[in-house]
């Protein structure tokens, strides 16, 4: 069984700032990682995914996340935060193995900008 | 081209009864899966399917189940509906491949039981 944690509930931060968005996981299998944003009344969007190789990724949207295996961790970071980057933020993990394909998510985390 | 479609976007039921919940991959994607979304909560897997079969299954009760049709579309049914039920109901897509991983969501279905 897999479950992740996403240590922050609301994160407030003003704008142009740095914010670090924190996401532990458990799991006995190899696994791979997501983080997900929705915006309100929207579906969820993908941010970046780490399957393999360098373990960090990066969006277009300047946002980076770094997989850590030791630590079972994989943090989303920005270095500048934009009043657009409100959202929610989620964190996901799905088995490397077998055929089936479903994610576990955290409970998320509300990313709040400030002007 | 479209994105994952789900209709219809919002609807209200009464607890006992019965709703189905539709969805239309990306063209060409042929893996379909089910999410529920409890304001607040995270998504919780409900099912997989890949080619019309179910490849995997949340722990959900019986009175959630689904179809994938031949042309990948598919349907998600929910019977004697609970307050519990209301959530925001989501659908993925994928073509099924490794690097395709991360699947990509419709806007859901707000499904409120009153």
């Known amino acids: 069984a897999q479950s992740v944690t996403q240590l922050d509930s609301q994160v407030p931060v003003f704008e142009e700032a740095p914010v670090e968005l924190r996401c532990n996981y458990s799991s006995s299998v190899s696994v791979y990682l997501f983080w997900y944003v929705q915006y309100p009344n929207q579906g969820l969007q993908l941010l970046l995914k780490?399957?393999?190789?360098?373990?960090l990724v990066e969006s277009i949207n300047g946002f980076e996340a770094e997989f850590n295996k030791s630590q079972t961790s994989f943090h989303l970071r920005k270095p500048s935060v934009h009043i657009s980057d409100t959202a929610e933020y989620f964190c996901?993990?799905?088995?490397?193995?077998?055929?089936?394909?479903?994610?576990?998510f955290g409970s998320g985390t509300q990313l709040t900008v400030l002007p | 081209d479209a994105g994952v479609t789900q209709s219809p976007t919002h609807l209200i039921k009464t607890r006992g009864q019965q709703v189905t919940l539709r969805c239309s991959p990306i063209s060409g994607h042929k893996s379909v899966s089910w999410y529920q979304q409890v304001l607040g909560q995270g998504p919780q897997f409900i099912f997989q399917?890949?080619?019309?079969?179910?490849?995997g299954r949340g722990n959900f009760p019986d009175r959630f189940s689904a179809r994938q049709f031949p042309n990948y579309s598919s349907e998600l049914n929910v019977n004697a509906l609970l307050l519990g039920d209301s959530a925001l109901y989501l659908c993925?897509?994928?073509?099924?491949?490794?690097?395709?991983?991360?699947?990509?969501f419709g806007s859901g279905t707000r499904l409120t039981v009153v």
């Open positions: 993925a897509s994928s073509s099924g491949t490794v690097n395709s991983l991360g699947y990509t």
């Open positions: 399917y890949y080619e019309k079969e179910e490849r």
């Open positions: 996901a993990v799905s088995d490397r193995a077998g055929s089936a394909r479903q994610l576990t």
């Open positions: 780490y399957l393999s190789g360098s373990t």
